[in-house]
């Protein structure tokens, strides 16, 4: 079993940037790939990211367009996500979950274990 815990949320100004953290307890956390995802108050949670078991592979949605990356150092259990460039429509809490596929498609059903989420606030 894995718990994820995210972290690094907070307010930021439009245009400002922030680096989540996604902390992962569980010896074989190496073996899972990671994803983030996001929701928005009233809104469906919507796919973000994924990364692979290595980190070799990376996979975004297309809103993404450069502005936001993601890492792992599975040497300390962590996944992060750095965001450059943010809008107001970045609003929402950030999640994290696992998953034993190597790649995605985003779909949430392909996702195991899951964060509690950290929550995002960008002011124009």
């Known amino acids: 079993q894995v718990q994820l815990v995210e972290s690094g949320g907070g307010l930021v100004q439009a245009g400002g940037s922030l680096r989540l953290s996604c902390a992962a307890s569980?010896?074989?956390?190496?073996?899972?790939?990671v994803g983030w995802f996001r929701q928005a108050p009233g809104k469906d949670r919507e796919f973000i990211g994924h990364?692979?078991?290595?980190?070799?592979?990376?996979f975004y949605s297309d809103f993404v367009k450069g502005r936001f990356t993601i890492s792992r150092d599975n040497a300390k259990n962590m996944v992060y996500l750095q965001m450059n460039s943010l809008k107001p429509e970045d609003t929402a809490v950030y999640y994290c979950?696992?998953?034993?596929?190597?790649?995605?498609?985003?779909?949430?059903?392909?996702?195991?274990?899951w964060g509690q989420g950290t929550q995002v606030t960008v002011s124009s």
């Open positions: 979950a696992t998953s034993t596929s190597y790649s995605s498609r985003g779909y949430e059903r392909d996702y195991n274990y």
């Open positions: 990364i692979t078991y290595g980190g070799g592979s990376l």
């Open positions: 569980g010896r074989t956390f190496s073996s899972y790939s």
